[in-house]
């Protein structure tokens, strides 16, 4: 593993700022393979050095991955100055700097969200190239009839002439629908469904591919995962 830091690989695994780390080193807090390190700069190998500060050892993460069942009325974002978003939920044990989620839910959309701090796990997941399915369950303010089934599975031109790729559209009750999609335009499933004259009044995502949201896992709450979990759910078809 590439070296780096001490002030920066424990700010990060600390979720401390960096300047606390640094007065912290310079007192002697720090220790790397059981000797005291005062040099902020000092080049460390997570995989192979151990790491203490404040005279506990610092388990080492390169990336964490988190899957939570998004409540609604939380901002799908890493920060935001007046509201509250899906990191702020994260419980501190698993928090990391740089945690974000990995593409958006709408604030009132509820269900399935990843967050981490692997930048290159989030693109693959969300590039569109990878077309990974996204199934919700969609609570309409009208009946859904085979028409709108049909026109789903053709490939809806929203109200802007943008286009849709092909969706699956399975008919729960009069008014609730499972939709499958495998792109994540911008508010998406609202405006497809606004061209046949439906409002979506409940939008809960149940599954990302073949990773289903934990049936015991209540609204707001998190679990951490494996990346070679999430991969095989997810990226491995």
């Given amino acids: ?17 960096r300047s606390v780390v640094r007065t912290g080193i310079h007192r002697g807090q720090a220790t790397v393979n059981g000797t005291v390190q005062r040099d902020i700069a000092f080049a460390v190998d997570a995989s192979n050095d151990e790491i203490s500060y404040n005279g506990e050892k610092i388990g080492f993460k390169e990336y964490v991955y988190i ?55 989030a693109h693959n997941c969300i590039s569109p190239k990878k077309a990974i399915s996204k199934s919700y369950i969609a609570t309409l303010d009208g009946d859904i009839n085979d028409d709108i089934i049909t026109r789903f599975k053709e490939g809806v031109i929203l109200a802007d002439g943008t286009p849709c790729r092909p969706a699956t559209l399975q008919r729960i009750s009069q008014n609730v629908a499972r939709i499958i999609i495998t792109e994540g335009k911008y508010h998406q499933i609202k405006r497809m469904f606004g061209t046949v004259s439906l409002g979506v009044n409940a939008l809960h995502r149940e599954a990302i591919g073949k990773l289903y949201l934990p049936e015991s896992l209540k609204s707001g709450e998190c679990i951490e995962m494996t990346k070679e979990e999430l991969e095989s759910a997810i990226l491995h078809k």
């Fill in 1 to 17: 593993m590439k070296k780096q830091r001490l002030d920066k690989f424990i700010s990060n695994q600390l979720i401390l700022s």
């Fill in 67 to 121: 899957l939570m069942n998004k409540p609604a009325g939380v901002l799908s974002a890493a920060t935001d100055k007046s509201r509250k978003t899906v990191v702020d939920l994260v419980p501190e044990h698993i928090k990391r700097q740089n945690l974000a989620p990995v593409g958006r839910l709408d604030k009132d959309t509820t269900g399935l969200l990843l967050i981490t701090d692997d930048g290159v796990f």
